[in-house]
């Protein structure tokens, strides 16, 4: 595995502990009656499938680019379908906070993707100038 491709897993366990821990301070105090019982698994979660989505990323980016564009479409959809129909099935699952995971899974979704793209594009412009 390259260095690049480490230092975003190793980033990426960062980010979920510095959200961990963010999320406990929060949900311990000011937000305690909006604390989504299943949180934690929310976040694993996340941290899995971006986990894996960025090692396909990194696989397919060795590739052509219009193989590459390609694959790294298809591999964006299927992330969002799955991250669209997980929401949906997890908030007919637990109606009463549904709201609350909701939301918690927004915020997610925006801080593990705009890692994720800073990441992809760090490293396709080290392909480029390769």
Known sequence: MQAKTLKFFAGLVLLTALIAISAWLLFSSALQKYYPVIFPYILAYFFL?????????????????TLFIQQFMILFGVKFILYLISAIVVILLFKKEA?????????????YTGYEVFWMTTLVKRKEQN
């Open 99 to 111: 709201v609350n995971i909701a939301v918690s899974a927004m915020i997610l979704y925006l801080l």
């Open 49 to 65: 499938l971006n986990s894996l989505f960025f090692y396909l990323f990194s696989r397919i980016n060795k590739k052509k680019n």
